[in-house]
């Protein structure tokens, strides 16, 4: 009777056993004490929030150093590549990053712009625009008549920074390409293309710092766009992780050291300091315009 019984208790484990390994991997079950979820604002389906959530965690949970402006600056312009993270919404950032591209070519770094707001199919219209032969009006009608939600448009991402940036590259006589085709590809196929328009724009442009202007979520975790385009490189991320954003607030905000190290490699810069990047080494800062009313 006590072999059976052991044999009933032993059988009765394994059975619980089984079930407690299943709920603990089951995507619509999870332990009270999981991991916390490090995207600061889950949103869209869940293969989306699953890819976003893999970047946020690849940044790491603490930061690992600050540097000064100039110190940033230098290792950005000592890249090969310049991968700065965008979110697509987000007005302050991008005037960071308007002001950042400004100081670097105030440093007399020179330039080649990779985005995501140009389809591939596009490039044609793209060039036309760099080379003056269309105006930007044209430009956003072109590619509007194809493409119905271009971020030179799109009410609901920042357009006058896609708009800005383009006249950015133009004035400075920057050659820029497509990151993509548009519409996207499935979330899966568009990383390794991503990686191969990096590739052939740092081929073709040898002696420029290859800027790319991507989502952030391409960079580490299921994207690895950094590890993919596999060269020489620096990159900014948009916004911090639920444990980066943590910590932040105990560190207190450092205007001589205004850019935060992740364990990633990835600089983040302060989100205290509100104000752009308006400075360089060399003096002031110019900016494009984003005046909505601009027609150029």
Partial sequence: MRRASRGLLRAVSAA??????????????????GPRVEDPRPSGPPDLRRYKESYYRGLGKRFVGQLTHDDALRQMAQARVLFIGDHHDDVLHHDRVLHLLAALRARGTFATVGLEAIGAQDRAELDGFLAGQISMVQLRHRVAARWPGSWLDNPQLDRQFYRALLRQARDWDCPAFPLEPAPRLPLPERDAVIAESIRTAAQRHPESLIVVIVGQAHLLGQGSLIERVDLPWAAVAARPSVSLRDQIDSIPPSRDQPWFVTPSGLLLHDPRLNEPMSRSARGPVVTPSRDPTAAS
């Fill in 16 to 33: 619980a056993l089984a079930w407690a390994c299943a709920a603990c991997t089951a995507p619509h079950l999870q332990w009270r004490d």
